[in-house]
């Protein structure tokens, strides 16, 4: 039997923001150095800003490095609120079509 090479969890795979919830939690002040510029860039899925945003405060504040959050916090509120418009505006225009053709079947 061939034996098994790698790290345990390597057969298994996760969403990414899972990933990078587990390497914002494990990270050292380094880490969070390097994972900073990454996390104000990537884009995290709908309904995941606020538990990433979490996720980075308790660990700078375990590290002792609440002064300096690097800006992760802000830019991921940015990018929350960014994505709540663009659903509302996304919902407008649905609801926009569906006025006009419920419009054109009445008029008929």
Do not use: C, F
Not at 17 to 41: C, D, F, Q, T
Not at 73 to 93: C, H, M, N, V, W
């Amino acid at each position: 039997m061939a034996e098994k090479k790698g790290a345990p969890d390597m057969a298994r795979t996760v969403p990414y923001h899972e990933w990078l919830l587990n390497a914002i939690r494990n990270a050292s002040w380094v880490g969070l150095h390097e994972l900073a510029p990454m996390v104000k860039k990537i884009t995290i899925p709908k309904g995941h800003h606020d538990e990433t945003i979490d996720a980075w405060r308790e660990r700078m504040e375990r590290l002792g490095l609440m002064k300096d959050d690097l800006g992760v916090p802000a830019a991921l509120r940015e990018q929350k609120a960014e994505a709540e418009t663009e659903d509302q505006k996304e919902s407008a225009g649905i609801s926009a079509e569906i006025e006009a053709y419920a419009y054109r079947l009445a008029d008929g």
